[in-house]
């Protein structure tokens, strides 16, 4: 209880900033906005190839825009020391990751919220058929995506190509959580549930073992 008050401080903290600056959430949504319209009008083309392609074009948005959003995770606890602040606090290092990780998953959220109805709309995208797989299959997708990006962004704090380097290092071990994204909701468009559910068992493992991983490694990568 004593760890989940503290990430839920250090959440709070973010929260706060965010509804301050709105830095984060304006960034990953315009980027997100620029992308989709970006491949509605380099796909416009018959109704057959863009239901080949529009499954692929949320993730490829969350994947992008979310990953201005990790940049920014602990870069601004850079500014007025702020990291050292929070080093020094009795927090746990695992309450300081849990609590980065729920804000950065929260603000992707928040910027999927606005991205998949705008990806319906462009491209004429029918959830219906299971909505609570499509639904899975984003907060899973989500979380793995958090949990290694806050890690990496962590790990790449002091470094001064860390804007380049992020990308280069990240997008390698992300690419199951894309790939399992897009499967999932290719077959959830075209009504075969059963192997969506397949390709969410896959987001399953990769989270057990990416959660675990980065959870256990933060405090080992924030004190270098």
């Known amino acids: 209880m004593s760890m989940l008050r503290e990430a839920g401080a250090v959440l709070f903290k973010d929260l706060l900033i ?3 600056t709105r830095e984060v959430l304006y960034s990953m949504g315009l980027f997100s906005v620029l992308t989709v319209m970006i491949f509605t009008f380099a796909f416009a083309v018959r109704d057959e190839a863009l239901a080949e392609v529009a499954p692929g074009v949320p993730w490829v948005a969350i994947t992008f825009a979310g990953t201005l959003g990790l940049a920014r995770s602990f870069s601004r606890e850079q500014e007025a020391d702020c ?3 929070l080093l020094v606090s009795p927090a746990s290092r695992g309450s300081l990751f849990l609590g980065k990780a729920a804000a950065n998953f929260l603000f992707i959220l928040a910027m999927e919220a606005l991205l998949v109805p705008l990806c ?3 491209f004429n995208l029918d959830f219906g058929a299971a909505p609570w797989t499509q639904l899975a299959l ?3 997708g989500t979380l793995g995506f958090v949990s290694v990006g806050t890690l990496l962004s962590t790990m790449l704090l ?3 190509l860390r804007d ?3 990308p280069l290092v990240f997008y390698p071990i992300v690419i199951p959580v894309v790939i399992a994204g897009v499967k999932g909701t290719a077959a959830v468009l075209a009504g075969e549930t059963d192997v969506a559910v397949e390709w969410l068992g896959m987001l399953c493992a990769f989270d057990a073992i990416f959660v675990t991983i980065s959870f256990w490694a933060f405090g080992w990568v924030v004190e270098e």
Request: hydrophobic fraction near 60%.
């Open 83 to 85: 990291l050292t602040g």
């Open 138 to 140: 984003f907060l899973l």
């Open 158 to 160: 002091n470094s001064r």
């Open 164 to 166: 380049l380097m992020l």
């Open 120 to 122: 319906a709309l462009m």
């Open 18 to 20: 965010e509804l301050r």
